[in-house]
């Protein structure tokens, strides 16, 4: 199992820091990871680490951190998948260090962060995280924002992976064979925990679509959803890379017909 499949099934967002800057170590291993950071969908994402108290950085849910994450793609199709798979590798990367991590799109003052990433023209800036070791509690508040989106709990396999069609729910050998990546992909975060991702598989192949919610589509965020499906499709890719496959991100709609608000955006063939 690889470092960041490892990290899967016990991480969770932190939201309360120690106050402790992260050690040389952990930060020099961090720095080695962004800078290898790809994805499968030929799209750049760039990260940059923000000082917080030198640039006035903070979040109104988080606290005692000192660091954060800026997370760039380049505006293109794809873009938010592609954006997704990769800052969820050093979510992951960062969890297996022992570093706490909060995706976060909307509780923050985004020009500031913006300004501090040097966003250039034809690039977005969806998410940024902070980087620090947990408290040894949560703030109340942490703790309040958690009961409200049901942080702990995953919709069942039944209403996300499915069997040739959408009228099918996975299951008997293709759901056994794919059973560790698709419980990977259950586990993932998404904005307010929606998990707005469904999963039609075929032979050697699985579908990704997103199930759109209003409201989470804006121009400096991109299509927050679609970054979801991404963070999913980065689990499932993960897990089938622990099963010794190796997969690949390809676009081959198979023209299904979709349940309402539904829309293709990739394909994970191994
Ligand atoms: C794209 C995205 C955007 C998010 N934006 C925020 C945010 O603005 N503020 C926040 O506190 N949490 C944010 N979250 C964190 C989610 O609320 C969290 O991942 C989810 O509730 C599941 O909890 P867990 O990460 O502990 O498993 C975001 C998550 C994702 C994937």
């Known amino acids: 199992m690889s470092e960041l499949t490892a990290a899967i099934p016990g991480r969770k967002s932190v939201r309360s820091f120690d106050g402790a800057p992260l050690r040389r170590e952990d930060r020099e291993k961090l720095e080695a990871f ?42 293109k199709p794809l873009a938010d998948a592609a954006f997704g798979f990769s800052f969820e590798k050093l979510v992951l990367f960062a969890w297996s260090l022992g570093i706490g991590t909060t995706w976060i799109a909307g509780t923050m003052k985004r020009e500031k962060f913006q300004q501090a990433c040097g966003l250039a023209a034809g690039w977005r800036m969806p998410c940024i995280s902070p980087l620090g070791y947990p408290a040894a509690k949560r703030s109340l508040k942490e703790t ?87 963070i999913a499709l980065c689990h499932f890719f993960l897990g089938l890379e622990d099963l010794g496959k190796t997969p690949s991100v ?21």
């Open 144 to 230: 309040m924002m958690r009961k409200g989106v049901g942080a702990d709990s995953r919709l069942p396999a039944e209403k996300l992976f499915f069997d040739g069609s959408f009228d099918t729910p996975l299951a008997g050998g293709r759901l056994a064979a794919l059973a560790g990546p698709l419980e990977l992909t259950r586990w993932a975060p998404s904005a307010v925990n929606k998990q707005p991702w469904r999963l039609v598989a075929g032979e050697n192949e699985v579908h990704f679509y997103e199930k759109k919610d209003k409201g989470y589509v804006g121009e400096a965020t991109g299509d927050l959803q679609k970054i979801d499906v991404g």
């Open 34 to 75: 962004i800078a290898s950071l790809d994805n499968p969908f030929g799209v750049n994402v760039k990260c940059v680490l923000l000082d917080a108290e030198k640039e006035g950085l903070g979040s109104p849910v988080i606290t005692g951190e000192k660091l954060y994450v800026a997370g760039m793609v380049e505006a």
């Open 250 to 270: 390809i676009l081959a709609d198979p023209g299904l017909a979709l349940p309402p608000e539904t829309e293709y955006i990739a394909t994970v063939r191994f």
